[in-house]
C-alpha cells in the first residue's frame, strides 16, 4: 500500500523544492528500522509516499512518519517500483533476497545488514570518512531500464571507530589498532533488548539471546565464533575498518564485548600513528572532525558515556591521551549510540549524501 503523505506533513527543506521521493523501508519495525524512521523524518529528504515493510508477523502494525499513520505490510517484488530509496534493516538473509530484486526494479537500496559488506562491487559507506565512494543512484541498463545502486552500511562497531579514526590517518598515518568495545544489548536488535529488560525486571537468569545471563555481566562474545577463536563481530570489525579507510594491510587487534547497557556502544581504542602525535595536537584535529563531540578533560564528566549518547548522532570521543611507552600511541574512548549512527543516522545520511548530489 503506497501512502501519499500530506505535502504540509511531508517535508522537513524548503518550500520551493519540488523533489519529492517514494521511499521504502525494510524491517520498519525492528529497532534499527523504527530508528531508521526517525532519522529520515528530521531529514532533509522531502517524501511523498512512504512503503514501510516487513515479516507477515507485522501484518496490521501502523507505524507514524512526519504525523501521518502508515500500515506496516510483508516485502514483495512489486512493492520495489517506483522507489526512489529504499532503506534495508531486516537481516542478511532478507536483504540477500530482497537487494537484487529492489535494485533490478530500478530502486536504490542502503542496505544496514552484513550480507553485502565485504562484496568487492558494494561500496561500504560512512559518509564522514568515504563519501567519494558513494555512486549515483542509478545507472542506465543495457536494456533501457534502471538500475538502482546497492550500498552496505556498516556494522555499528565499525562505524564510530571509523569516524574517529580518519581524521587521525590523515593527519599522521595510522599503522595499528587494538580495541575492546562495550557493545549494548540493543546491537543484539529487539531480541536482545528484551532479553535484559527481563533479566532486569523479571529476575529471569539469562535467554537464549545472549550466551550468559548479561545482567551484572560482561560478556566477550559478540556474534558466533569462527574456527580461530575470533568472533564475527571481531572479523567485521578488521574487515570493515580497512574496507571503508582503503587500507587492507591495516593491524586491526579488536575484542568485542556485550555489557549490559540498552543503547550505546563504548570503545576503549589505542592505536599507533606512522608519525608521532601529541594528545593535543590528536585532539586539535579530532576537534575539526565532520561527525565527532570531543569532551574535554575539563568537562564533567571528562569523558562520554553511552547513557549520554544515546538518543544523539554524533560520535563522541574522549579520555585523549598518549601512550606512556610508545611515542607514536594514542589512546582514545569512543561512544555512539548504535542505533543512530551506528546504523539509522549513518544509513539516512547516505542517502542524504545524494539528495543533496542530485540538487
Ligand atoms: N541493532 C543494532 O545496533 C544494529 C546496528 C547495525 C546494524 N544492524 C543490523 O540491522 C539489521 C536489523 O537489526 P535490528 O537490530 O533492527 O533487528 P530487529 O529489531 O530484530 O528487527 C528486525 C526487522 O527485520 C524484519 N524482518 C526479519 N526477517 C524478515 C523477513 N524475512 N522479511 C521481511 N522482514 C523481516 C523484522 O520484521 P518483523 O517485526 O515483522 O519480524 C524487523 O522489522 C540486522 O541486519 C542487524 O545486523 C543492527
Known sequence: MRIKLDENLSMNTSRNDSRA?????????????????TCLASSSIRVRELVLLASPHSAGTVLNFRGSDVPVEP???????GIDLALFSAGAAASGKWAPVACAAGAPVVDNSSRWRMDP??????????AHALPPRRAAREDGGAQGALIANPNCATIQLVVALEPIRAAFGLERVVLATYQSASGK????????AEERNEG??????????????VIPQCDIFLDDGYTREEEKTILETRKILGMPGLAVHPTCVRVPVDVGHAEA????????????AVRAVLALAPGIVLVGDSETPPFPTPLAAAGT???????????????????????????????????????????EREG
Not at 75 to 81: D, H, I, K, M
Not at 121 to 130: C, I, M, Q, S, Y
Not at 189 to 196: E, I, N, P, R, V
Open 75 to 81: 516485502v514483495s517484488a512489486e512493492l520495489f517500483r
Open 121 to 130: 562491487a558494494v561500496p561500504l559507506v560512512v559518509p564522514e570518512v568515504n
Open 189 to 196: 536488535g529487539q531480541t536482545g533488548l528484551q532479553a535484559l
Open 313 to 355: 548522532d554524533p560520535v563522541w570521543v574522549g579520555r585523549v591521551r598518549t601512550d606512556r611507552c610508545e611515542p607514536r600511541g594514542v589512546h582514545l574512548w569512543i561512544v555512539a549510540d548504535n542505533l543512530r549512527k551506528g546504523a539509522a543516522t549513518n544509513a539516512v545520511q547516505i542517502a542524504e549524501a545524494w539528495w
Open 269 to 280: 581504542v589505542y592505536l599507533e600513528t606512522s608519525r608521532p602525535a601529541t594528545a593535543a
Open 204 to 217: 529471569r537468569a539469562h535467554s537464549a539471546a545472549f550466551p550468559a545471563p548479561l545482567l551484572g555481566n
Open 21 to 37: 521521493w517514494r521511499v521504502a523501508i525494510l524491517g520498519a519495525t525492528g529497532m534499527v528500522g523504527r530508528t531508521m524512521l
